[in-house]
C-alpha cells in the first residue's frame, strides 16, 4: 500500500520535512515514489513553512494512498491558506 508521510531532512534540532508517497513497508527516511511538498516547522521570517502539490496529493489519494495523521492535518492547513489567499 503507498502512504502520504514525512520524511526527516534538515540539521540537528533544526528539523525540515518532506512530505512523500511512499510504500508503507520501506522504512521512514527511505525512497520515494514521488515528492509532494514540504513542511518546515521552524520558518523564519520570510520562510515559506508549508507547501503541497494539492493536484498530487489529490491523485495519490484517488488510487487508494492513505495519508498520516500530521500529513492529513497539513493537507487541510494548506487548503484552509490557499482559500484564505484567494
Not at 520558518?43 to 494512498?65: F, H, M
Request: proline share 2%; aromatic share 6%; glycine share 8%.
Amino acid at each position: 500500500m503507498v502512504s502520504i508521510r514525512l520524511s526527516r531532512t534538515g540539521a540537528k534540532k533544526r528539523p525540515f520535512y518532506h512530505i512523500v508517497a511512499t510504500d508503507s513497508r520501506r522504512s521512514g527516511d527511505g525512497a520515494c515514489l514521488e515528492r509532494l511538498g514540504f513542511f518546515n516547522p521552524v520558518a523564519i521570517g520570510g520562510e515559506e513553512r508549508l507547501k503541497i502539490d494539492s493536484e498530487r496529493v489529490a491523485y495519490w489519494i484517488s488510487t487508494g494512498a492513505q495519508a498520516s495523521d500530521r500529513v492529513t492535518q497539513l493537507i487541510k492547513e494548506a487548503a484552509k491558506a490557499a482559500t484564505v489567499a484567494a
